[in-house]
Structures are given as structure tokens and as C-alpha cells.
């Protein structure tokens, strides 16, 4: 080419037609009836949202945390990204004297999970929960000061869920003292763990304990597989990549295969179970149910975790439906500057229908998050003190709320990613990626169809013990509540005679309540009556988990409102009143999508199902003045959203051409690849095209 090549393609200086997004966008914020800046407050705190500011100025000015690149990276461009990002956060912590918040914040607004995250989420943890005092030593320290790094390998490429299944075994060497760990099938393989690809030097291997020929299942071992020297695997392991996957891309997932690999007998982590060295005599655990704490925690930050990633799916979409224009509504046109526009896509009813429900759905699951910590930390008291009361009962609802508002939270992304038309189909719009990234939480820490049914299991039980008299009523035990409700009188029917009486927060929790119990009665009858096996109710069993948690979730958001301190308040009487009203759109919009069974209990009649209707209709206008104030409320800054469509400032069509100039493909005027491909083809034209003028002079 004799030209110069790599001048990059740049967009003209033009103005977007107006009114332009942060002129929309203040307007909306104008509407607002409540103070957002102390919404925000009450949900995070004060202190915290300062920390958040303080964080996030160190980050926008770090290389190592920079994200223009993020969408153009290929897969070992984002292995190498993260892994300076790791190494960089690490020397930010002691520059800056960071405490656990301000690096949990880090990690919050980086937004991508790297090799080093299940180091810091399953390995670390695992650690301080399961180990002695000699152990602590020996792997803990060495893992908080980074001059160990691990991960967790439990899943194998044969088993995921069926943990009771895997294949990898640890059997005991009564001479030497040993452990051998041994793979002894393709399927026994270790798969999808998180950091082993590349990174770990160590991890957490769940295998089989094999004691003078017994098998005692499934237990923890803390095993070096690199040299700590120059990282290579160590003899008798095979390790590697799994792969690229549908999203994920950043974090090295890994798999792992041991020949007879031994390690010694302090690898064994002695916490809860023993094996007596020489002997191979093994001491069990005080109580099985122990662990179960720490399954109940990571379910709750699961659920915790949701309200964000709702919330910031619904901040994008909302804010960009604010700034996007579409046709003109004849029939109520919207004028700007005595000048008639096209209407923002929020103002379209079938739009506030898809968004607005959105937004309620993530302050449901900032309720229900935040009273699960508080019921996991008075749980663990309760056990310290030898009291498992609140156990099952808690166990059995983190299952069914880490398998309900994780699903909740995958099919809003992917609402609010469709909600913003063609563009959300770009990665500028923050949303496909995202999407990508999240869908992993409906699989990993129990598969949210297979977690139903530990929440079933627990709801025949509690309801058998209800008829059978032997169950209590209890403040933390809701479903004995609801069930004893339903039993006395299993014929109710909804008092409701206008819309407005749908409004009611007893006749709210009432109807889901009735709804919940009856589908667990109808299941309980089929198998214990008719003789049905548990394989055949498998779909009614996901639905009554789904039912009482839907109840779990509304009845949280509910009686929150009525109990916190905080909020009533005077001064807060505004934010209450938005509040209620988010609480009776996310309740009402739940028994909408889930009318079928609501009518089949028999608790609802048709006409109620038609008010019930018209009412979600009327709050979503109720909502609406307050749409694009909800959203800025959950206070997720730019930096962390990364999204031309959900930008504060409302310049999307600026933001967006600028990603788009940023293109890789974009920094020449001629592609690589013409002169091979395209030339000969359209030069052959041109001699075509010659010859023919030719002929005919």
C-alpha cells in the first residue's frame, strides 16, 4: 500500500439530535419523590458508600484496573489482564492499608472474576473452617500472605452435584503415614475449578477417604500440584485448561488427574474428622450438621449478590429506555421546548411492563439478603450453644433462595439486555458480557433445579409434623406458620372485591401462603397416599420450593418495611411510602406470572385474576415519575457498569461511538486481509470492466 495504513477511523464531531441524555435524564431525576442519596444510605451505609468513593479513585487511575480494553481482549490477553490485576491489588492493599472491606470493593467495582478469586473464596475459607491449629500454621498463613495460592477441587468432569458420587480416592498408607490420592477413571478427572488452570500451586481436593480398605466418603485434602520453585506440576499430576466457555473467560478453570500421588498425613484437614496416624483409626466428626453453617453462608452472599446483579441490569436498561427516543405517541404526545419529540421508550407501558418489575425484584432481594445474614449469624450463636432448632429450617430456605433469585437474576439480565433493543445486543451495552459472566451462579454451589428439592424434602417433612401435631409454631419458623394457617381452613378464598384490596399486605402474604401450602398438601398426598415416587414429582416438587421462597422473598420485603427503625423515621416517610409501593408491585407482578396456581388452589377466583391484573398496571404508573431515581439509588458508578447505554450522564450515543472507534478493527483504513482476499476479486472486476470499455471503442 503506498499510503499510510494505520490511521484509526474517527466519528465526526456531531451533536446527538436532542434533547440530548443528560438533559432527559435530569428531568427524570426532577420527578423523583423521594431523597436518593439516602435510599442509598440506608442500604449500604454511609461509611461504606465513602469507602466505595475512596476505592474507586485509586482504580480509575490504575493501569492494572483499566476496562477500555475488556470487550476486545482474546482469551490469554484476559488470562494476563487478571493476573496483573491480582498482583496489583495485592501491593494496592498495603500501599493504601486497605482492610477487608476496601479489597472486597475492589473486587466489587473490577467486576471480573480472575485466577486468584476461588484463592480467596473457597480456598482461604475452607482453611480457617476446617483445619487445626498445626494446619493453620503450616497452609493458612502461607495462603493470607499470597506465598501460596490455591483453589477447590471438588467437581469432576463425571460429577458435579452428586458429590456423594466422586471418584477420586485418598487411600491411607499405614506405614509410611501417607495419603495416596489416585484418579482412577477418565471421569474421576477434576473439572471447572476455578484457578487451577494456570495459577494454583495448591488446592482443596475432596476425595474419597479410604481407610484399611473402607470407604468413608468424600473428605477435604490441602495438596501442593506445582512447584513452588518454577511452577511446574509436580510428578504424578496432570493439569491443565479447560478451555474456553460460554463467559468465565478471565479465570483459568482447570482440570487435574493424580497417578498415585502421595502426600502426608497433616495434608488431611483435622478439623471436624480424624485419622489416627499408623492405625488408620477414623474419628467422626461431633456433628455432621456443622458444615452446614458454612453452606447457609455462601448461599446468602449468593443471594446478596442477586440484588446486584439485577440492580444493575435495571439501572442500564432504565437509564438508557430514559434517553432512547422511539416514534411519537399520537395520543399523548411528549413535547420538549414547546416542540413535539419522540417519546422515551420508558414511557411506553409494554416497556414500564418488562423494567419496572425489575427494579422491585432487586430491593426484594436486598430485604431477603440482608435478614438471611441476620438469621445465619443468630443461627450460629444458636449452635455454639448446642441449639440446631433454626438449622433445617434455614438450611432448606438458602437452598430454594440461591436456586430462585439466582434464576430470577439470570432471566432479568437477559430481560433488560432485550429491553434495550439492537444496541443491548452489543457488548458496549455492559449487559452481554455481564450475562455471560453471571450465568455460572445458577449451576455452581448446588444446581438450582437440584436444590429444589432439598427444599421440598424439608416442606413434607415440617408439613407431616403439622398434621401429625408434633411441630411448633415459632417468629423464625414461617412455614409451620403458613401450614398450620392452610390446615384450618384449606378452603379459604381471597376476600378481595376491588384491585385495591389487592393491596393488603396480609391479604398478600395470605394468598401466597395458602398458594405455597396447598401445592405442598397436593404433593404430600400423591407420595404418601397414591404411592407416587419421588422421581415422577419432580416438576411439582421444584414448584412448591419455588412457592415457598417466592413467599420467603415477598413476606421478607414486606414486614422489613413494617419493622425497620430506620425507615419510619419522618424524615424517611417519602422513601417508606416508594418503598410500599415497590413491595406491592413485586409481590402483585409475582402472582401474576404465577396465576395458574393461585387459581388451581382454589384461592383466587377468575374475577380476582382480572383485577389482579389491572392493579399491576396501576402501579407500574405508580412507579413510574420514580423509575430512573430507583435505579440511580443503587448508586453503581460507571466505572463498575462499564456500559455505554447506562452511563449517569445519560451521553449514550457519545459514549457508544467512542467504544466503537476504540475497535481494534477500526485502527486501519484497510483491513489485513484485502490485498490476499478482496483484491484479486475486485481488481479481476476492474480488468473485466477494461476489457469491455475496450471492446466497444
Not at 204 to 225: E, S, T, W, Y
Not at 436 to 443: G, I, K, M, S, V
Amino acid at each position: 500500500m503506498a499510503f499510510n495504513n494505520n490511521v484509526p477511523t474517527k466519528f465526526p464531531n456531531l451533536p446527538p439530535k436532542g434533547p440530548d441524555g443528560d438533559l432527559l435524564l435530569a428531568a427524570e431525576r426532577a420527578k423523583a419523590t423521594f431523597d436518593v442519596k439516602e435510599l442509598s444510605k440506608f442500604m449500604y451505609t454511609e461509611e461504606w458508600l465513602k469507602k466505595m468513593d475512596k476505592v474507586l479513585d485509586v482504580l480509575e487511575s490504575e493501569p492494572a484496573f483499566d476496562k477500555s480494553g475488556r470487550y476486545h481482549h482474546s482469551r490469554p490477553e484476559k488470562i494476563a489482564s487478571s493476573l496483573w490485576k491480582d498482583n496489583r491489588l495485592i501491593q494496592l492493599t498495603k500501599e493504601q492499608n486497605w482492610d477487608e472491606t476496601d479489597v472486597s470493593i475492589a473486587n466489587f467495582l473490577y467486576d471480573l472474576s480472575t485466577p486468584f478469586t476461588l484463592h480467596y473464596s473457597m480456598f482461604i475459607p475452607t482453611l480457617k473452617n476446617q483445619t487445626t491449629d498445626e494446619q493453620k500454621k503450616l497452609f493458612l498463613e502461607r495462603a493470607l500472605n499470597h506465598h501460596i495460592i490455591g483453589c477447590y477441587a471438588q467437581t469432576e468432569v463425571g460429577h458435579g452435584s452428586n458429590v456423594q458420587g466422586l471418584e477420586t480416592t485418598a487411600t491411607y498408607i499405614n506405614e509410611t503415614n501417607e495419603f495416596e490420592i489416585h484418579s482412577p477413571t477418565l471421569t474421576s478427572a477434576k473439572w471447572w475449578i476455578g484457578g487451577l488452570g494456570k495459577a494454583a500451586n495448591h488446592a482443596i481436593v475432596m476425595a474419597r477417604l479410604i481407610l484399611n480398605g473402607k470407604d468413608f466418603g468424600p473428605h477435604p485434602f490441602c495438596v501442593q500440584i506445582r512447584s513452588l520453585e518454577d511452577h511446574t506440576p509436580l510428578p504424578g499430576i496432570t493439569v491443565g485448561d479447560i478451555g474456553p466457555k460460554f463467559g468465565f473467560n478471565t479465570v483459568d478453570n482447570g482440570f487435574i488427574m493424580f497417578d498415585h500421588y502421595r502426600v502426608p498425613h497433616i495434608s488431611f484437614l483435622a478439623k471436624y474428622s480424624q485419622v489416627k496416624p499408623g492405625s488408620g483409626e477414623y474419628v467422626k466428626p461431633p456433628n455432621a450438621k456443622l458444615s452446614y453453617g458454612t453452606m447457609v453462608f455462601v448461599r446468602a452472599n449468593i443471594v446478596l449478590g442477586v440484588r446486584m446483579a439485577i440492580a444493575r441490569a435495571a439501572t442500564v436498561a432504565v437509564r438508557y429506555s430514559a434517553v432512547r427516543k422511539q416514534f411519537v405517541d399520537a395520543a399523548s404526545p411528549r413535547k420538549w421546548d414547546n416542540s413535539v419529540i419522540e417519546s422515551p421508550v420508558l414511557d411506553y407501558t409494554m416497556q414500564q411492563y418488562r423494567l419496572l418489575p425489575t427494579i422491585a425484584a432487586a430491593y426484594a432481594c436486598f430485604f431477603t439478603g440482608r435478614d438471611m445474614m441476620r438469621l445465619y449469624d443468630l443461627n450460629q450463636a444458636e449452635m455454639a450453644k448446642g441449639n440446631f432448632n433454626l438449622l433445617a429450617d434455614l438450611h432448606a430456605s438458602s437452598s430454594g433462595l440461591k436456586s430462585l433469585t439466582t434464576t430470577m437474576a439470570v432471566e432479568a439480565i437477559e430481560d433488560c439486555r432485550r429491553a434495550c433493543g439492537g444496541h443491548g445486543y452489543s457488548m458496549f451495552s455492559g449487559l452481554g458480557q455481564f450475562y455471560q459472566d453471571y450465568l455460572p451462579n445458577a449451576t455452581w454451589e448446588g444446581d438450582n433445579y437440584i436444590l429444589t428439592q432439598q427444599t421440598a424434602r424439608y416442606l413434607l417433612k415440617t408439613f407431616r409434623n403439622v398434621v401429625a401435631g408434633k411441630a411448633v409454631p415459632s417468629e423464625y419458623n414461617h412455614t409451620v406458620n403458613y401450614l398450620l394457617q392452610y390446615l384450618q381452613n384449606p378452603k379459604a378464598k381471597c376476600p378481595a372485591t376491588t384491585g385495591a384490596d389487592l393491596l393488603n399486605p396480609e391479604l398478600i402474604l395470605s394468598a401466597f401462603g395458602f398458594r405455597a401450602a396447598y401445592g405442598i398438601a397436593q404433593v404430600a398426598e400423591q407420595i404418601d397416599r397414591e404411592g407416587r415416587s419421588w422421581n415422577s414429582m419432580l416438576v411439582e416438587i421444584n414448584r412448591i420450593s419455588r412457592a415457598h421462597c417466592q413467599f420467603m422473598l415477598v413476606r421478607t420485603f414486606i414486614v422489613s418495611l413494617q419493622n425497620d427503625e430506620t425507615l419510619a423515621k419522618p424524615e424517611n416517610r417519602e422513601t417508606l411510602k416508594v418503598l410500599r409501593t415497590m413491595a406491592s408491585l413485586f409481590a402483585l407482578n409475582t402472582m401474576e406470572k404465577e396465576l395458574a396456581e393461585f387459581l388451581t388452589s382454589g384461592y383466587f377466583s377468575s374475577e380476582q385474576a382480572a383485577m389482579l391484573k389491572k392493579q399491576v398496571i396501576t402501579l407500574l404508573e405508580e412507579v413510574r415519575p420514580n423509575a430512573v431515581a430507583l435505579v440511580d439509588a443503587f448508586a453503581l458508578p460507571d466505572y463498575y457498569l462499564h456500559s455505554a447505554l447506562g452511563r449517569y450522564d445519560g451521553k449514550v450515543y457519545q459514549a457508544y461511538t467512542q467504544m466503537a472507534e476504540s475497535e481494534p478493527l477500526n485502527q486501519t483504513k484497510v483491513v489485513a486481509g484485502y490485498e490476499e482476499f478482496i483484491k484479486p476479486l475486485v481488481h479481476d472486476g476492474l480488468k473485466a470492466a477494461g476489457s469491455v470499455q475496450a471492446a466497444k471503442l
